[in-house]
């Protein structure tokens, strides 16, 4: 297991397809509860293991959205998952989870844990179609999430995204080469002048 610190240079962003896919958060707290949240929103198919749980995850859990084991961490719990997220304050348990993923080829998102992780979390702006993942690697969480909230900001709104898919049929209908299209888009945007 890695136990230095990150080398953001080498990291390599990317985003998971988790729809139906196994993912195990260990910890039930409101680290946890976060993440399960973001999991659910994804469309994983949440594992929870933790003795004890917030009353959302319990919730959660009795609605099946989740399948929760009311106990401490094993290493079997990795077995056959995608994505472990080790969300405890523990640091032995955190280290276990790690531990475990590591030997099974599967990445951990260990939070508030950069030594102990694979993966790294980001702060996320959804509005489709767009995307926005901004990541620190572990170092500065708050300041990923200042930095989200300016971006966000600064998404175009609703009527931008429609033109622009506008234009894109129109360039595709009349075979517009690939290389003019972003000029076009922006000269369409800037308007007159």
């Known amino acids: 297991m890695k136990t230095s610190a990150p080398d953001e240079a ?3 962003p990317l985003f998971l397809k988790l729809q139906g896919r196994a993912v195990l958060v260990v910890g039930g707290g409101a680290v946890a509860e976060r993440k399960v949240s973001a999991l659910l929103e994804s469309q994983a198919a949440v594992r929870l293991v933790a003795p004890d749980a917030t009353s959302r995850l319990r919730r959660l859990a009795d609605e099946r959205r989740l399948e929760w084991r009311p106990r401490p961490f094993e290493e079997s719990d990795v077995d056959g998952v995608w994505l472990a997220v ?3 304050d523990d640091p032995q348990v955190q280290r276990r989870v790690a531990d475990a993923a590591e030997a099974r080829r599967t990445f951990v998102l260990a939070v508030d844990d950069p030594i102990h992780a694979s993966a790294y979390g980001a702060a996320i702006v959804r509005r489709p179609p ?5 990541s620190s690697s572990g170092a500065t969480p708050a300041l990923s999430r200042l930095v989200r909230e300016i971006i966000e900001g600064a998404l175009p709104g609703e009527e931008w995204i429609a033109r622009a898919k506008e234009l894109r049929a129109r360039w595709k ?13 922006v000269r369409d945007f ?3 002048g």
């Open 10 to 12: 080498a990291l390599h």
């Open 86 to 88: 080790a969300a405890t």
């Open 130 to 134: 767009f995307i926005v993942a901004i």
């Open 173 to 185: 209908a009349d075979a517009t080469p690939m290389g003019e299209r972003f000029a076009m888009l």
């Open 190 to 192: 800037k308007g007159p």
